[in-house]
């Protein structure tokens, strides 16, 4: 199955309708893991599909993240970035180059999933937890 028919299908399984801008940009999120922004994914299809406008790129994503196609992204500034992989994982927030990258860990999963069924928090449900670790990869890392 092709890019834009997988696409076709993932809105159909959301519920929602292939409409065009909805299918550009769904497309420009599964093309970019670099968990973009609003703005960035508007400069991506703007070349492309000039009269799209940044109001509909921020309401298709708020739509997608409804439809649980997307989540954010917290970088612990004003900016929200999106997530387009909405499978359990966690975040390595890079503070040198403000990149982000997906951290797959069951031990972790396993260690927050026995933390809380031990210490729960009073009239609270969690829902879903994701960590973000910030930092910087060392200028000697070793081969693999």
């Not at 299908?9 to 959301?14: I, P, Q």
């Not at 973009?36 to 000039?50: C, D, G, L, N, V």
């Not at 994701?130 to 060392?138: A, D, E, L, M, W």
Request: net charge positive.
């Amino acid at each position: 199955m092709n890019n834009k028919a997988q696409i076709r299908k993932t809105l159909a399984n959301a519920g929602l309708k292939a409409t065009v801008q909805r299918l550009v940009i769904l497309e420009a999120l599964t093309d970019n893991f670099s968990h973009p922004t609003a703005e960035s994914i508007y400069r991506q299809i703007k070349k492309k599909y000039p009269s799209i406008s940044l109001s509909t790129v921020y309401n298709t994503l708020e739509v997608f993240r409804q439809h649980g196609l997307v989540r954010f992204v917290n970088t612990g500034s004003v900016t929200v970035r999106y997530d387009p992989v909405t499978d359990k994982h966690h975040h390595l927030f890079l503070e040198d180059s403000n990149k982000i990258e997906d951290y797959y860990n069951n031990e972790l999963d396993r260690l927050l999933n026995k933390f809380f069924s031990k210490n729960k928090i009073p009239n609270f449900e969690i829902n879903d937890m994701q960590v973000q670790i910030k930092g910087r990869y060392s200028k000697y890392q070793k081969a693999n």
